[in-house]
């Protein structure tokens, strides 16, 4: 086991070959997820998996599992990956790091004939990302119960497309039903997405949990008025009442030690000499902690419920809500000491984005392993890693895999 170690460059030369599909001219990546570019993608990582002897099983919402022999048939997997769709300006690591990670892992196994006691498996998450099907890891989470599989199959994207009719355009809809392919333990390779390892001049992150989040929708309703017949003092301006909140969101966040971001803010039937009538905006709340993220709702409901907003009611729709995940013990042990083994610094983290890893908690003892990205950024098309970074990761990986797979203690 101290001998193996992964091929730096193999590694490398696989993320750049993969950014070919969906590649922008920019250097970044546009792969939604469960389009011609996804397919491309998820065929490629299908025959790399089974020229490596791997059976590939695929569910009914697309999520893909291939699965590399034991010694003990018996035994479940220790199972290891991410995903595969990008953002709409995505890069070439966020996700993608995790799963080529996974196949490198398989393929330094391979290359040295090595067969762990427990069987080995790489999972590709169906629309983590949630940039085309809303919300974001709604398969792993499917896989994990918290949403109901025909529920997924009928969101729509923007364009009214079914999940399930894009899902059985691309071929990927499988067979096998959600959840029935059943793994041991979970380790997920990511890069940071921001920007405390770099600074802190630091290579793995030991990822103890991930921090809770609250989306929401929220709609303004003013009246729509002439722009230039309505005086100030009489207006119901939609748009004026926004922008309050989004500075009141601001404060919110940082009052509670949280983050809470307004992403997405649209006029309805805009028009440059109309007072705006009604406004559609997003709300992302974050923290670590259950009690503070509650704490940081009750703050925006009570700004919400001010009365000088009367004349510009607004509804609040929660949308989404993913309490705080604190990762196994064990696991996490794992990856402290697989980067130790390695010789490599580490640190321990808390996500404060969100991963497949969340819903894969919920149901397996889990952890995560990030390492630094360039100036913190992601989901963009300069999000970089060094391959130094990317290689120490997947040995990382690979240590933490091997230490679990080869263990003798019960199922």
């Avoid at 699965?67 to 018996?74: F, I, L, N, Q, S």
């Avoid at 629309?127 to 119960?145: D, H, L, W």
């Avoid at 794992?334 to 610094?345: F, H, I, L, T, W």
């Avoid at 300069?382 to 391959?387: C, D, K, L, Q, V």
Wanted: aromatic share 6%.
């Amino acid at each position: 086991m101290s001998n193996l170690t992964i091929d730096a460059d193999r590694l490398w030369s696989s993320l750049m070959e993969t950014a070919r599909f969906g590649g922008t001219p920019d250097g970044g990546i546009r792969r939604l997820t469960l389009t011609e570019e996804d397919r491309q993608v998820r065929d490629w990582l299908r025959a790399q998996c089974e020229a490596l002897g791997c059976t590939v099983t695929v569910d009914a919402l697309g999520n893909m599992f291939a699965t590399r022999p034991g010694g003990d048939p018996d035994a479940l997997p220790i199972a290891m990956g991410s995903h595969l769709d990008t953002q709409p300006t995505g890069g070439k690591f966020d996700g993608v790091l995790g799963v080529l990670a996974g196949l490198e892992v398989l393929r330094t196994l391979d290359a040295a004939g090595y067969v762990t006691r427990r069987p080995l498996m790489l999972v590709n998450w169906t629309n983590e990302e949630g940039s085309r099907f809303s919300p974001a890891m709604i398969c792993s989470g499917a896989y994990a119960g918290a949403f109901a599989v025909e529920d997924v199959l009928k969101r729509p994207d923007a364009q009214g497309i079914r999940f399930g009719a894009a899902l059985e355009g691309i071929g990927y809809a499988g067979t096998a039903p959600v959840g029935s392919v059943k793994f041991a333990e979970m380790f997920e390779l990511h890069i940071e997405q921001g920007p405390v390892l770099e600074h802190e001049e630091t290579t793995i992150g030991i990822v103890t949990g991930v921090q809770g989040m609250r989306w929401y929708d929220l709609v303004v309703e003013g009246v729509a008025a002439h722009a230039g017949t309505t005086p100030m003092k009489l207006r119901r301006d939609a748009l004026a009442t926004a922008a309050e909140l989004v500075l009141a969101f601001r404060r919110i966040g940082l009052a509670h030690g949280g983050v809470a971001t307004v992403g997405e803010i649209g006029v309805v039937h805009a028009s440059r000499n109309v007072v705006p009538g009604e406004v559609h905006l997003t709300l992302d709340l974050r923290h670590p902690e259950a009690a503070a993220l509650e704490a940081m709702e009750r703050a925006v409901e009570a700004e919400l419920a001010r009365p000088d907003l009367a004349g510009t009611p607004v509804r609040l729709t929660r949308t989404w809500d993913s309490p705080p995940v604190v990762f196994d013990a064990g696991c996490v042990a794992a990856v402290a000491a697989g980067a130790a083994a390695a010789g490599y610094s580490a640190r321990e983290i808390v996500s404060g984005a969100g991963h497949d890893s969340v819903y894969a908690a919920r149901v397996v003892p889990t952890s995560m392993i990030f390492v630094p990205c360039k100036d913190g950024l992601s989901h963009n098309p300069a999000e970089s890693a060094t391959p130094a970074d990317c290689a120490a990761g997947a040995q990382t990986l690979l240590n933490a895999v091997l230490a679990r797979a080869d263990r003798t203690d019960p199922e």
